[in-house]
């Protein structure tokens, strides 16, 4: 029998055959993680959740490893560092969505400084919040009612702003949000001689 090709002897270095499988097995699970695929998001309804945010994807333990790096020995950060930290935490910058929710929630318009603490609580605010907010893609828990409502035309409780962060069709994305609709009109002009032509022909009058 021949021995697999990613075998490692025990005494013996890691064969190049064997990393390159555990670099595509850190590559998958890291994918997998991110929900990132070469095709885009496994499910794209579910990535374009509100409630899909990088705060949902990391604990706190995490995010205070990267807060220690960068502060140590010192418990507090600068507000205007906030950013920085949850970039560097996640390994990609924060949603504009998200960085509202911190902003709000830990009060980084103003100058100053903010400890481990008051980060640590406001991300359980947050998780909480949006834990909430991703209830509401649940539009019904039963087929029953589902089909009621179906046969009763009834208009549904959430609209697709209360649920995703992004038209999910190109319907939706007519009036996503607010804008200003210009009806531009292309009337028909037509002469003197063409109108009188037109009436006779109403008349069914031989314009000729």
């Given amino acids: 029998l021949k021995r697999p090709r990613s075998f490692r002897h025990p005494n ?7 990393l390159e499988t ?3 097995a850190f590559h998958n699970s890291f994918a997998k993680m991110q929900n990132i695929t070469a095709l885009g998001p496994k499910c794209p309804f579910t990535a374009n959740l509100l409630s899909a945010l990088g705060i949902m994807h990391f604990s706190n333990e995490e995010i205070k490893e990267t807060f220690d790096q960068m502060v140590a020995p010192d418990d507090i950060i600068s507000k205007t ?3 920085e930290l949850l970039k560097a935490a996640y ?3 924060p949603m504009p969505e998200e960085m509202g929710l911190f902003v709000s929630t830990l009060g980084l318009e103003e100058d100053g400084d903010t400890s481990w603490d008051e980060i640590q609580a406001g991300c359980d605010h ?3 919040m949006v834990q909430g907010v991703g209830k509401n893609a649940a539009q019904y828990t039963s087929t029953g009612d589902m089909k009621d409502d179906l046969i009763k035309h009834r208009r549904m409780v959430k609209d697709p702003m209360d649920k995703y962060k992004a ?3 190109e319907a939706q994305s007519i009036g996503w949000h607010e804008e200003e609709v210009f009806n531009e009109r292309f009337p028909k002009n037509s002469c003197a001689e063409t109108k009188y032509a037109d009436e006779m022909v109403k008349c069914r009058l ?3």
């Fill in 91 to 93: 390994g990609f910058e």
């Fill in 81 to 83: 560092r906030v950013f």
């Fill in 12 to 18: 013996g270095p890691p064969t190049l055959v064997h």
């Fill in 126 to 128: 947050i998780r909480e």
């Fill in 22 to 24: 555990e670099a595509k």
């Fill in 167 to 169: 038209p999910m069709t």
């Fill in 206 to 208: 031989d314009p000729f």
